[in-house]
């Protein structure tokens, strides 16, 4: 059962910067029952592509324990290959980060980010991206106190969100209840100045209409509005 | 070198329904100098998770031929895994097929359908769906054609277009040199009736504006009505 | 640097059942900065081994977060294998559970338990088996009460510490600094009355005497004893 | 059914050397409805093997189109590993070529041959090895033409062709039918002037005389004169 | 250093059925200092593809151990794969022994060879075939015996001898430090009464002229003859 | 049926120190019918963890050939993976060499044990173990007599065995029929002057009381000092 909110509202939010102690940055991010541990790693070396530059590099990774679902899933480790739903969102999520990082400021060293989900309700990737660029700022911040970097490299503040069309009526957030009925689940990537860096949106069952994803679109601009507050307030507390 | 072209025009376009003799339907679709062959096979079983059901399913896979590009790429058969990009795209592939088949009226079969890429030149993702559909549509015609099927499972005519921001103009139809060098790149998966299958826009350096996500949508109407035209004379003389 | 203890007394203990919202049991376990999540997933269904029996079995899967430890470590599913550490591991958590498992009387289901180590600092294994009794208990205890189970399958209580000569002194529960200059490095699997499932030392550079490992054999009843007592505190506040 | 021709003649044979824009050498062959795609990649590198020698290196990869046969086949890259017969035949059509190249001459670069079969009716392999050298030829053209080679590493002209006993009587060049019923499979990799670079003979059922071997032997002479003149006309309008 | 003998004269051959005292039928066998154990392992079950049949099956794996070799090669199995040597070899064992097998009159069972090479001097895959053949030839005795089989399903007596051109003479039964200077290199796999299963011939470095191949022939004729007289006086003491 | 002998006494061992003629170092060593091949083999390598350093390794793979046992097992390298049993095997037989090893006396090279069972009747690990200390001991003697050692790096002399509780009693050195069958099984891997290198002990079924534990100790100390007398004589001959 949906949680009783507004259309237009986004899930309980909420981001603990100290669940690991290891990590130069990290961020466990809540979306109502959805809980990803996003770690940020600065290692002081580049990918082998970069050599002979001065840039740096942002990857991502993304998981899922086996039992984060409601019903438990395969241990991919165990399967011996990432499968294809993972490929595609740890893209996303690195992809998504590099587009607001200038990566000639960043020198020559290596973030990657994990994105561990440890419960799964909906809304994975999105709540990955918005916790990940927390745990990014942190690492990026703590880079900029130790002088290693001298000047920021991080150029924009990105957030993600899902939205769909559920019943025929648009809504923010999905949780899984929803997501799985959905009949167009659309997810929106932006910076918290309206920027797009990416769309995805996927009809699930026929072809829907163009204002149909044009409402999805105003809902998101609210909930990216939202996590950004959200983001900045939990990079402020670190 | 772009070769000379409005901005709102398609690359050259061919479909050749009859270089494979054994599919059940066949499309050598090229957009400029991108060629991807399109099979479609169907086989009279199930896939395990719609067992016990009426339903059929259509799937799909991709690949490139090794030399398909301008520099050897390597086999993903001798690495031995598919690589992330390659899963990516033949999801999106299955996924828009899907969106306009009638998996019940389908009936208890399959349909795979290969799109292989012989020469890269930009685009293949979209040459493949735009291939794949005529390729679907003529073994469903055959099925009806030999009564094995009562009445047409395919309920719309998908085509799909990249466009992408070059030099800060919009352009149809990116060729791989455009491409390299796009702001955004964006691909439509439409029917030919305006709905809206599956969005996918990639800011690929900074973030963009909305307005510009916009332009690139106006272009995307005219190349799928054009691309469609292409498909069904296809199918006519198929 | 070990924060200040005696040497028989366990790092800080404590145990949360209410981590996971989905599994049937769970146990987020802290030994000091280890913190490991131990899931239990009751399926009704049987391992192929057992078909045509009554019996049921109860398996482990063990895995850690890249970045659990100091320094990112690699993912195990984009290496496309479980190393060998981990092989080892999860092997020993399933023979320590099923040794006080009557499975006869589990009936024909499985019992997975995963234990994914989100911190690690030294006893993860020992962490990993105590937690996942924890899970298993609670999730019987739900068979229980439901009444899929009428007697109790469970006929023992298991707890795992490790020890280990350190400066030429023993010492309870290594935390990973100590751990990596011991010169002897023992697991006791133990049940809360001091029978034996399992016992493993490692003389880590040279070959020690056998009254050294009997010196641990001491610390390690006293750590068994102080373990089994949390876990049954968890248990009855679950 | 096979199509009338007498018992020593090749099917209907063509080499288009134009498919590919890209590759440093193409033939697309066909023996018949068996088209294969050669394409031969110059890259100025050597195999770890080489280093420290002046040699060069030819190698070779085959694949198949998962619909180029009657009825679909699985697509190697995404079962994860390449079969057995693949891995034959690509070591077949390196080690043939071989035997015709000065490797010394050919200095420290390496040519990858790729045979696509992109439809199969018997014959892939004789097919991929009669193409495969007129890539190679084009391609070590264009080195010469383009002074990177002072003299021609070529040092032979190599084909290939099948031929076996059906219904008690010698026949050349088998189609897929013609092939399945055949009571010896031979293979003969010759050069045009007789050399013998490779001969394989299998009895598919029952073991053979030796005087049927010779008969095959015969055709197979025949047989390699006419592939070659058809490489020499590919090769002089390429 | 070639120990001494004539050109025509097959190396120091033993055969030992007793080194194993688990498989069916069991062949120690060594042509000089090369030495393969053979197994015989019979199930009473048949492989997939003959489900429904009343046939039986033979087939073969081969492998190496990592120091059989005068330098230490790696491990196929922790590589992960069969490297392609032993894919095409293994596959030759099988298709050599299935010629000589009426796998209608072997019934619904199969017969799994295992040739595992203990020390190579060159021709293991030749030692490999002959040892097969008396393992194989001791199982189905057993099978003959014990009343399982009522009829013989062996219908020949298979052999495999390597020849080849070295210092332009040809040369029976190749050691490794012949084999790897040797010019042309052929393996003849026929039947005691010259009936013939297999033929590779390879020519190493250049092309050869057809009466070099025929001069190995020849050679081969006399080692299949002797080789099968080492067959039966095995298969008789066992 | 165990073949009669003393609750306290090993199965029939011997050594064979020249089974294989190219290895450094060689033990075919049998405990009763467990058969287990140990070569040393010698590389003026160093692993990449050790590089920038004066320090050697020993390292240890573990294989056991399919028919070795009862019946027929898989074959790791054609499954693609080495099971967990032989992961857990072959890193306790490194560990086990290693802490008799000084790395830094053996300097900058690696030696590689490879221990495959060519028969399995229990304690494959021991007689692995065992076995294994010979052929490294042997190895290491010939880089002493070729002045490639100056000092001896071999502190220590270590061998293993196994015991456990049989219908009630303690019983060394289980074959197994017995193995299959015990109560608790357990692996003592000791130097020959009683140091402990290495102890796992196991309840296989339900815990047991630590005086069983105390009991197996007791029979390892006297099987440890029979097979060091076993391991001094065949060095002594080889």
Redesign the interface.
């Known amino acids: 059962m949906r949680e009783i909110r507004q259309a237009d509202e986004l899930r309980p939010i909420s981001i603990d910067t100290s ?5 130069e940055g990290c961020a466990l991010i809540s979306f109502g ?1 959805t809980r990803v ?1 996003c ?1 940020a ?1 600065v ?1 002081e070396k580049q990918p082998p592509f970069l050599r002979n530059t001065e840039k740096g590099w942002v990857t991502a ?1 993304y ?1 899922m ?8 899933g395969g ?4 399967r ?3 499968g ?1 739903r ?3 969102i ?2 996303l999520i690195g ?1 998504s980060l590099r ?2 990082v200038d990566l000639e400021a960043l020198g020559p060293r290596s973030i ?1 980010i ?1 994105c ?1 989900v ?2 799964a309700d909906g809304g994975t990737r999105t709540a990955a991206i918005t916790g990940s660029w927390v745990a990014l700022r942190i690492a990026i911040n703590r880079l900029l106190a130790e002088g290693v970097l001298k000047s920021d490299p991080i ?2 503040q990105v957030a993600a969100v899902s939205c769909g069309f559920v019943d025929g009526a648009p809504l923010l957030d999905l949780q899984y209840s929803e997501d799985s009925q959905a009949e ?1 689940d659309a997810n929106f990537i ?2 918290e100045d ?17 204002d ?2 044009m409402a999805l ?1 105003k809902l998101a601009d609210k909930g990216i509005h939202d996590l950004a507050e959200y983001q900045r307030s939990a990079v402020a507390a670190a």
């Open positions: 669940f690991n102690r290891y990590a029952h541990l770690t790693s290692e990774e998981g324990l086996p039992r984060a679902t409601h019903t438990r241990r991919e480790a165990a011996g290959k990432q294809g993972t490929v595609e740890q893209r992809r587009a607001v990657s994990d561990d440890l419960q150029i924009g167009m932006m910076t309206g920027g797009v860096i990416e769309v995805q949106a996927t009809a699930e069952d026929r072809p829907l209409h163009w149909q994803f679109k």
